[in-house]
Structures are given as C-alpha cells and as structure tokens.
C-alpha cells in the first residue's frame, strides 16, 4: 500500500505535475493578492446611496473570497485530475500496470493506494490554497470570512470527490478521453450552480429544480455551494441578498443532507471503480 | 501435488474474435515447456489469462493449485508480459525494489545484486530505465519476473530484443531454474532456442493446440542417408532402427560405407508442416 502511495507520488513528481501546479498556484496567489489590493482600495472610496443599506467591505470581501474559492476549487480539481486520470487505463496501455497488477497487492488495494495518495496530496494542497486566499483577503481588505474551517473542509471534499470521479474514469476509459470527462463533468456542475443562482433570482420552478437535480448528481458542486453560502452564513439583509445573486452566491441545497450524500456518493464512485477495474482485461 | 500451470478447457473471445478455442495445457514443476503459434494464435492471451490480466470466457486456469488470479496464485508466479515498460526514472535497482516490496520478498540488496547479476547488469545496477536499450530493459524485465524466487514462471516473449549474447544467457539461466524445480512456460518465436532449452512443446494455432509433444517426438524421422562409393543415397521413410539392416545390404552388394546419419525434421519443419502458411 505504502509502496503504490510512493510509486504514484514520484511519478507524479517526474511528470512534473507538482511543479507546474505549485507554478500556477504562485502566479494565481500573487494576481489574487494585487487584485485584492486595487478592489479593497476602491472600496475604501465607495459610499453606496443613503437608502441602500450595503456594507461594501464585507460584499467585496465576500464576493473577491468566492473567487479565491472558485480558483481554489479549479486548481484542486486540475491537480486531482494530472494525478489520476491516466492511472488505470493510461498506464495500462503503455504496459505500466501490468508488472504491478500481477503482484499480490491486488487490484483494488492498487486502486485504493493510488486514491489515498492523490487525494491526500489535492487536500493539502487544496487547504494551503485555500488559506492563502483567505490570508489575502484578510490582509488587505480586514474582512474575514463568517465560518473559517468548514469551507475549506467543503472544498476538500469535493475535490476528492473529483478524485475518486477521475479514478473511476480512468478504469473504463483513455487518459485523454478521462480527462476531457472529467473537466466536462466539472463544467457542468459548474454552469448547474449559475444555473441555480439565476433560477432562484427569477424565481423560476423548472430551473431550481434542474439546478437541485445537478447538485444530487453532482455533488462536488453542492459542497462547493455550501461553502460559498458558508462565509457569509451570518452575512444578513442588502448585503446577504445581493450576494446571493452573485456568481459566488452560493448554495440553495446545502446542510447535512447533502455533505452525507456526498459521502455515500465518493464510497459508490470508489466502490464502482474497484469493481469495474476487478473485472477489467488489461 | 498440483501442476504448476494447468489450463483446461480454456475460451476467450474478445468480441466477434476468438482468441482461444479450448486450450488444454499442463506445466509440471521443473518443466519448460514452450509455447508457439503465429501471431495472433492466442500466445499472449493464454498467458495472460494465467497471471491473471484476463479473465477467460470459459474453462478454468490454475496456477499451483490455485484459480488463476487469486492472491494464492498470484503469490506464486512471475511474469515477464510480451509489451512492458518500467518507470523511465527508476534505476534498475530501484525497480528491483519496488517489486521486492510488492512480492514481499525478503531477499533484500543481496537478492537485488544477484538477479542484476543473472541478466548481466550487474553494472547497469544505478542506470535509469529510459536511459537503457531495449535488450538491457528485457533483461531487467526477466530479473523482475525472478524477484521472490517464484515457483512458476510465464515469460511472453522474453528474448525478443537480445542479440545472440543474451539470449544465450537468458537460455542458461531458464535451465538453471529448471534445475531448482521451477516451472517455466515461455512463448517465443525463436523455434531453435525453444528447440534447445523447452523439455516440451505445443504450438497453438488459431487458438487451438495444434501439436504438442517434447521436441524429440514432434520431430519425426524423415529418413536416413548413406554415403558410399556409389554416392550419396538417401532412403526416404526410413529411421534410426533401419539403419544397421540398411548398411548391411550395401556391405553384402561389395559397397564401401563412408557414412551413415538419421534424418529428422528439425521443430522449425514440424512448425511449419503444422502452421501452414499462417500469420496474422
Ligand atoms: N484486447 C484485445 N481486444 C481484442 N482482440 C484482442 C485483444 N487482445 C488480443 N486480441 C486478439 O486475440 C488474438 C490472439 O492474440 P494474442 O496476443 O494472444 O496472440 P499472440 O499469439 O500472442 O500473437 P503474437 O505472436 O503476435 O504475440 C488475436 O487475433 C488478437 O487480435
Ligand atoms: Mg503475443
């Protein structure tokens, strides 16, 4: 087990996925912090009409977070899928797999070593993130988000939940086709959360319901809204409301109903995958 | 005491393809037995299926009393598959590791410097796979299989990148391991090398066994040859237990006898008698 958790940490590092993530990761921190600097300046400088009862700090806190968390959201998933989206298929096609496959460690311990690993690696590097968004945030604008852990907790989750997604791909199908699945899959969820906002704000029956279907079937996109509707969960009236409108709005099925979905739904998607794999021909 | 390899009965269709069409076939402790057929016979399928990468579609694969595939069989075995590769950052040495951990071998460096040593890498032992040749990353390949001291080895195409050199190595080494009482079963399309080393025989064609036998029985008689005065006479059909009669009546007619040798069809002629034409 410890052996295939190693095996998959170098060749990660080989591939130089770790580098290039850690890259971008600067080039992000460093654009977020500057973007930050510049909107929490303005800010200073806005006084919103005598009627309007907004608290423009904590909106441009909340709303520049919510990107933090989105971008957050977006390089875990991009590293969860570097990491697994060629494990099964990929590395069988190029012969890989097949010297390991026939040791006693067996298919599904194989599977599982290379889920830890990977998704121990996005959690970490999804918290850092995570705190460093916040960090900025807080250091230039002095808004702190309402729940500080929780989010972050939210978001690792679904990260791993892409994870075990990427895994489960990557049995049944080629790295690249698993790749482009997986980002599909992540787009739509994506575009099902706008969804939900834009139903809510028109009021619109049929689109909250296609939007709370899409959160079912897609969980990591419900955490992802939950933790969003998490920093500003004391956030109330003008302010709450119109960042609710907002792209970083957050969620409208949240609660415990959903994160203990979300945990049956990455134990079917790891189970699916060990099953799928056992009777793979390779 | 089970064999070590017994298949029976042994079916895989990959769609409309039938890749075997009931294979029977035992490999006994210590034996070699060889594995040949065109491409495309279902070589690699059958070994495939006893280590385990495939699941057949109908009849059973046992490897040392164990259903192919299980932990017990998978304890068992070591196998060198026909299209491999190992990770190109890895040293030789360290891939020998890797699968020391996973075979739960005990062997440690020793075990390591041994086996580099059987393939002649004892000097490759820091060198990078991707900066290896493909021969030399074949040779890794069989130290990989005998990592764990296996009691039954499957080795599809070992030889297929070594110049004369190693496979003459690789040839010493399987009768070494015969001699220990390992079970090997070795796919190859190198008939002379199968012909010196295999203890027995089957050539596999469209799926099917279409020969099998030690090389000595599937290589039968096809004459004899007498040399004398009158020149060189060959006497088709005849074999070894005609020779004496045959030389006596050329003495009794007053010729002088030079020679005498016992024709045989070499496995590369059994091959192609059974074969045809085939491939695929
Ligand atoms: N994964 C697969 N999907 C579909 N057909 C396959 C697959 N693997 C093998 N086959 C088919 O099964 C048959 C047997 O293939 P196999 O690889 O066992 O032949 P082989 O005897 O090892 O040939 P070679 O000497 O070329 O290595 C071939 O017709 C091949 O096309
Ligand atoms: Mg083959």
Redesign the interface.
């Known amino acids: 087990m410890i052996t295939i958790i190693r095996y998959g940490m170098q060749e990660a590092l080989r591939r130089k996925v770790f580098l290039v993530v850690l890259s971008l990761t600067i080039v992000f921190l460093g654009l977020f912090w500057v973007i930050n600097h510049f909107v929490f300046r303005d800010v200073a400088h806005i006084t919103p009409p005598e009627d309007v009862h907004v608290d423009s700090r904590t909106f441009a806190g909340a709303f520049m977070f919510g990107l933090g968390m989105f971008a957050t959201l977006f390089l875990g998933v991009v590293l969860a899928v570097f990491l697994t989206l060629g494990v099964v298929s990929g590395d069988a096609e190029r012969g890989l797999l097949q010297p390991l496959v026939v040791r006693p460690i067996g298919r599904a311990a194989l599977l599982g070593a290379r889920f830890l690993g990977a998704a121990a690696v996005c959690a970490a590097y999804v918290l850092a993130v995570y705190f460093g968004a916040m960090l900025i945030v807080g250091g230039t604008g002095h808004w702190w988000p309402d729940r500080i852990v929780t989010p972050g907790i939210e978001l690792v989750a679904a990260v791993v939940i892409v994870t075990a997604l990427s895994l489960l791909g990557s049995v049944v199908l080629s790295a690249t086709a698993n790749g482009i699945a997986v980002f599909m899959l992540f787009g739509a969820g994506l575009v099902a959360g706008l969804l939900g906002s834009i139903g809510h704000a028109l009021d619109s029956h049929a689109v909250k319901t296609s939007a709370a279907v899409a959160a079912w079937v897609l969980p990591f996109e419900a955490l992802y809204q939950d933790a969003l509707r998490q920093i500003t969960a004391s956030t109330s009236g003008v302010t709450g409301f119109l960042l609710q409108l907002g792209p970083f709005g957050g969620a409208y099925i949240h609660g415990w109903g959903i994160r203990l979905w979300a945990a049956a739904y990455l134990a079917l998607v790891a189970f699916g995958a060990a099953l799928v794999f056992a009777r793979r021909d390779l | 005491m089970p064999a070590a390899l017994a298949v029976s009965g042994l079916v895989k269709r990959?769609g409309a393809v039938e890749a075997l069409g009931g294979v029977d076939l035992e490999v006994r402790e210590g034996e070699l037995v060889g594995l040949l057929g065109p491409n495309g016979a279902g070589k690699s399928t059958l070994v495939?299926i006893a280590?385990?990468?495939?699941?057949p579609t109908a009849g059973q694969a046992a490897l040392a009393g164990a259903v192919a595939g299980s932990?017990a069989a998978?304890?068992a075995?070591g196998?060198l598959?026909e299209?491999?590769?190992?990770?190109?950052?890895y040293t030789a040495d360290e891939v020998l590791l890797?699968?020391q951990?996973?075979?739960?071998s005990d062997g440690g460096a020793e075990e390591r410097r041994r086996l580099l040593e059987l393939v002649a890498l004892a000097d490759a032992r820091d060198r990078r796979v991707e900066a290896m040749s493909k021969g030399m990353q074949q040779r890794l390949?069989i130290a990989?299989a005998l990592v764990g001291e296996p009691r039954v080895l499957l080795l599809d195409e070992p030889t297929s990148a070594l110049d004369p050199v190693g496979r003459r190595t690789v040839r010493l080494l399987l009768e070494e391991l015969r001699g220990r009482g390992v079970a090997v079963l070795l796919n190859s399309h190198l008939l002379s090398e199968v012909e010196l080393v295999c203890d027995r025989v089957a050539i596999l064609l469209d799926g099917k066994v279409v020969a099998a036998g030690t090389p000595a029985e599937l290589a039968r008689p096809r004459g004899v040859e007498i040399e004398t005065d009158a020149g060189l006479e060959t006497i088709a059909g005849a074999g070894r237990e005609d020779a004496p009669r045959l030389v006596a009546e050329r003495v009794a007619a007053g010729r002088q006898v030079y020679g005498v040798r016992v024709l045989t069809s070499t496995l590369e002629e059994v091959y192609l008698e059974k074969v045809g034409g085939a491939t695929s």
């Open positions: 990959y495939k280590v385990g990468l495939v699941r932990l998978r304890r075995l196998y598959a299209l491999f590769r190992f990770p190109g950052w890797l699968h951990r996973l075979a739960g390949g990989q």
